[in-house]
């Protein structure tokens, strides 16, 4: 399998996408994305997929905590980014987003969408102002061709979205022609890629429980009362509620029961974990 690199060297002539990848070539990397056992090492076969397929810069979001139109706390998504992952973060953190056309069509849509939708629908005067504004603050950032894909809601709450883009250089057209000639591979390799991260444990911010903290709300999911746990643990009572009031805090929750349910959204319960207790 020819790897990303070679696609992205200083001789690969500018604003060409990379040549065809069969369907063999793109099984094998599905088959390697569904056997990887961290969301590492599942991201980084993802991405050296679609850099095969010319596809330079890749960002994805997942959260399980939408409310409204909106992806709930950012705090409480899970963002990976092969280039600008802090800007990525700002970029909900700040609000920005629920502004902007992609995120709508992202919200109302499944499935894939060219780059060049937005530029056509502010032609046509089909975009709020607010939309308009957005696409100007963000300017030469957007300069770039490329293709976003919109997943399926599989929990109620739940939103995935992935963004995918070329070398500079290439333009709108070139990707639309490519993207139509391989959609088959690219969908079904961009949708076993967020299927198997957004089953994995999301590495969320506000979900970096200590080792001690998740043994303890694990205890209580399994239905332990209060002195089965210290007697499981070794600790006091009021030692295990100081480490539950914490996980409380740190998963800005207010009752123990909702904070078992988080981590459980997450996938964070019964995982190993290497921080101190």
């Keep these: 399998m020819t790897r990303i690199n070679e696609f992205f060297s200083d001789e690969s002539p500018e604003g060409r996408m990379a040549g065809s990848v069969s369907a063999a070539d793109t099984l094998a990397q599905i088959n390697r994305i569904a056997e990887a056992r961290t969301v590492e090492m599942a991201w980084r076969i993802g991405i050296e997929a679609l850099g095969a397929f010319g596809f330079e810069r890749v960002n994805y979001g997942y959260t399980r905590y939408r409310v409204g139109v909106g992806i709930g ?39 894939a969408c ?26 030469s950032g957007r300069q770039r061709a490329g293709y976003t894909v919109s997943f399926p809601v599989n929990t109620p709450r739940s939103k995935g979205a992935m963004a995918l883009a070329a070398r500079v250089g ?32 999301l590495p969320v911010d506000r979900a970096r429980l200590t080792a001690r903290q998740s043994e303890i709300l694990g205890w209580i999911a399994d239905g332990k009362a209060m002195a089965d746990v210290c007697i499981l643990t070794g600790l006091s009572r009021s030692a295990v509620e100081k480490h539950l009031r914490a996980a409380r805090d740190r998963l800005n929750v207010e009752t123990t029961a909702h904070a078992v349910a988080k981590v459980s959204f997450l996938n964070q319960l019964f995982v190993q974990h290497e921080t101190g207790a």
């Design 170 to 201: 290439v333009r709108q057209q070139e990707v639309d022609a490519h993207w139509l000639a391989h959609e088959d591979g690219l969908m079904a390799l961009t949708h076993v890629l967020h299927l198997k991260l957004s089953q994995m444990p």
């Design 114 to 139: 060219s780059w060049g939708w937005v530029r056509e629908e502010r032609r046509a005067g089909r975009l709020s102002a607010d939309e308009c504004a957005v696409m100007d603050q963000l300017g």
């Design 73 to 111: 706390d950012p705090a409480d998504a899970f963002f990976l980014s092969t280039h600008a992952l802090e800007a990525i973060k700002h970029y909900h953190t700040s609000g920005l987003y629920l502004r902007s056309a992609d995120f709508r069509w992202v919200r109302e849509n499944v499935g």
